[in-house]
T-cell receptor, first 115, second 114 residues
Framework: ETGVTQTPRHLVMGMTNKKSLKCEQH?????MYWYKQSAKKPLELMFV???????ENNSVPSRFSPECPNSSHLFLHLHTLQPEDSALYLC??????????????FGPGTRLTVL | GENVEQHPSTLSVQEGDSAVIKCTYS??????FPWYKQELGKGPQLIID?????GEKKDQRIAVTLNKTAKHFSLHITETQPEDSAVYFC?????????????FGQGTILTVHP
């Protein structure tokens, strides 16, 4: 166990559905991240929240909407997704420190399939 | 933006042999280089990291070397075991930003045959 949990572990949804992914970290960290992992591609950073403020949005389509209500919880709201959005969505957390040294702890991911 | 290239994409070794995975990065300001191991059905887990003020770091059977001049770093696994079979990712901190942004390589699928 890494101290980062994600629910659900698997999700199948149609293109018109609305669903949410949830992430919770029990490590007391101050930064949380969403990544997309597709087959044969590097992990793609989607969003970064630092002290609950969004500090990074890597040109992610608006059909993905993040929410960070507090430093322990992170959500990814999904709406009108496309089949190419099918992937493993990983959440991570870290304790930011000066210098940019930053061990990120990952959750097990949510396997998303869009029909 | 920052780019991290990782090779090889797949690596097959016999148990007991050594395995080496190499990565190159583009931003000379990057100063932190972690390596992650991802097993089936799990998220990536940090196995070793190195900061730019050292050239080599070792932890039991794994070691990482860093060449800042050439902008490349490598993971070395000695005396490989079947449980080392996994996908390995290198990363850097994308120019040393303070927000913890990591740029990952494409991954290497390591298979250790008994």
């Amino acid at each position: 166990e890494t101290g980062v949990t994600q629910t659900p572990r698997h999700l199948v949804m149609g293109m018109t559905n609305k669903k949410s992914l949830k992430c919770e970290q029990h490590l007391g960290h101050n930064a949380m991240y969403w990544y997309k992992q597709s087959a044969k591609k590097p992990l793609e950073l989607m969003f970064v929240y630092n002290f609950k403020e969004q500090t990074e949005n890597n040109s992610v389509p608006s059909r993905f909407s993040p929410e960070c209500p507090n430093s322990s919880h992170l959500f990814l709201h999904l709406h009108t997704l496309q089949p190419e959005d099918s992937a493993l969505y990983l959440c991570a957390s870290s304790q930011e420190e000066t210098g940019g040294y930053n061990e990120q702890f990952f959750g097990p991911g949510t396997r998303l399939t869009v029909l | 933006g920052e780019n991290v290239e990782q090779h090889p994409s797949t690596l097959s070794v016999q148990e007991g042999d050594s395995a080496v995975i190499k990565c190159t990065y583009s931003d000379s300001a990057s100063n932190y280089f972690p390596w992650y191991k991802q097993e089936l059905g799990k998220g990536p887990q940090l196995i070793i990291d190195i900061r730019s003020n050292v050239g080599e770091k070792k932890d039991q059977r794994i070691a990482v070397t860093l060449n800042k001049t050439a902008k490349h770093f490598s993971l070395h696994i000695t005396e490989t075991q079947p449980e080392d079979s996994a996908v390995y990712f290198c990363a850097d901190n994308a120019g040393g930003t303070s927000y913890g942004k990591l740029t990952f390589g494409q991954g290497t699928i390591l298979t250790v045959h008994p």
